[in-house]
Structure formats: structure tokens, C-alpha cells
T-cell receptor
Framework: NAGVMQNPRHLVRRRGQEARLRCSPM?????VYWYRQLPEEGLKFMVY????????ESGMPKERFSAEFPKEGPSILRIQQVVRGDSAAYFC????????????FGNGTRLTVT | SQKIEQNSEALNIQEGKTATLTCNYT??????LQWYRQDPGRGPVFLLL?????KEKRKERLKVTFDTTLKQSLFHITASQPADSATYLC??????????????FGTGTLLAVQP
């Protein structure tokens, strides 16, 4: 059973470019969560999605960031016009249900903005 | 809003001893509390979940306690091994009552087990 797959593992972008981070949840999981981890800081919730729906995007910056989880294919976190402050590790997690179950995390995408 | 406090100082112990890590929260008592392990360059891995009506949960060498009066959870690793060296994260549901799996995470405590 494949776990949560994230790609790319490392992504380097220049300021102003777009970053696209992909996440394939565990088989049978329809709930996806994106978290951001800055050095020396904890994981910060960004967005919670179910298939084709954004359930909660309260942790995501209103500008430049968007997320989707289409009916077919992986979940995508898109960051437009990246800035240096976007450099971080972005983790995706999935769960089989919407409550009372642990999160299964991928190994993250490390975004570096130069 | 809910805040989690974990000891930011690294915990160094000798192999074979019991490691005890602390997680304190500041606001309402959560419906459950989870512990994760994170190794450098990897995503967190789920270890244990304890619910508000449970005082203690065990899994092999791991034990978690949950004291809603003290607003605290303790995480114990008995007979620790160098392979247990990692950062351990405490996590609570962001929603009161734990209606969703959205979690708030502590910054973690780095455990180093010396051989």
C-alpha cells in the first residue's frame, strides 16, 4: 500500500514564478489537508479538502495561494508569484474520514524561493 | 484560540531509560489528543491517539496519559533506544469537540537517546 505521495520533493523557484505542489492521498482516503512548516516552527494548517470541494481554507493566505482536489488526479497546492517568505516545507496529509482519525502525512515538498 | 506548549529544549537520555515528554494546552479540553514522530526531512508519523475520557493509552513501549484537569498529556517511551531519537509532536483538533481532523500541532520536542 503506497502511502501519501508528494512531488516534487524539492522545488526551487525564483521570485515571481509559480509553484505547483502535488499530493496523492493514500488509497481509499478522500480527505486531504495541507500544512506548512517553517524552520523552528510547528506545522501550520492551511487548507482541508474533500474530493472536488474545499471544506476549510481558513489557514491559507487569501492572495496568491489556491488549492484543489479534483475528481480525478492528485490534490494541487498552487502558489503564484512566489516570494522569499514562501520558502518552507509543505506537507500533505490524508485521512479516511473527516473526524476522529489520525492523519497520514507525505514526506513533503521543500520549496526554496531564490 | 487553542495553544499547545511543548518543551522546546532537547531531551537527552541514556539508552534503556524512560523518556517522558510533556504537552500542555491552554484552552478548552480537546475531544482527543494525538502524538506524532517526525524524523529530519520526513513527514510526521502517527503514533497514538487518546480520547478525553481515557486516562492512559499504551502501544508496545509507548504510553500516553491525558489529564484534563492539568490540561496536560505526557508521552513516555520505556526502554528507550537510539532509534527512538526524533522530534515528537503533540497535536489537538482545531475545532471544539473534534468535529474534523484539522489539527493544531506543537513545535515538538527533540529526543536524543545516547547509546
Amino acid at each position: 500500500n503506497a502511502g501519501v505521495m508528494q512531488n516534487p520533493r524539492h522545488l526551487v523557484r525564483r521570485r515571481g514564478q509559480e509553484a505547483r505542489l502535488r499530493c496523492s492521498p493514500m488509497k481509499g482516503h478522500s480527505h486531504v489537508y495541507w500544512y506548512r512548516q517553517l524552520p523552528e516552527e510547528g506545522l501550520k494548517f492551511m487548507v482541508y479538502l474533500q474530493k472536488e470541494n474545499i471544506i476549510d481554507e481558513s489557514g491559507m493566505p487569501k492572495e496568491r495561494f489556491s488549492a484543489e482536489f479534483p475528481k480525478e488526479g492528485p490534490s494541487i497546492l498552487r502558489i503564484q508569484q512566489v516570494v522569499r517568505g514562501d520558502s518552507a516545507a509543505y506537507f500533505c496529509a490524508s485521512s479516511p474520514s473527516g473526524s476522529n482519525s489520525p492523519l497520514h502525512f507525505g514526506n513533503g515538498t521543500r520549496l526554496t524561493v531564490t | 484560540s487553542q495553544k499547545i506548549e511543548q518543551n522546546s529544549e532537547a531531551l537527552n537520555i541514556q539508552e534503556g531509560k524512560t523518556a517522558t515528554l510533556t504537552c500542555n494546552y491552554t484552552n478548552y479540553s480537546p475531544a482527543y489528543l494525538q502524538w506524532y514522530r517526525q524524523d529530519p526531512g520526513r513527514g510526521p508519523v502517527f503514533l497514538l491517539l487518546i480520547r478525553e475520557n481515557e486516562k492512559e493509552k499504551r502501544k508496545e513501549r509507548l504510553k500516553v496519559t491525558f489529564d484534563t484537569t492539568l490540561k496536560q498529556s505526557l508521552f513516555h517511551i520505556t526502554a528507550s533506544q537510539p532509534a527512538d531519537s526524533a522530534t515528537y509532536l503533540c497535536a489537538l483538533p482545531m475545532d471544539y469537540g473534534g468535529a474534523t481532523n484539522k489539527l493544531i500541532f506543537g513545535t515538538g520536542t527533540l529526543l536524543a537517546v545516547q547509546p
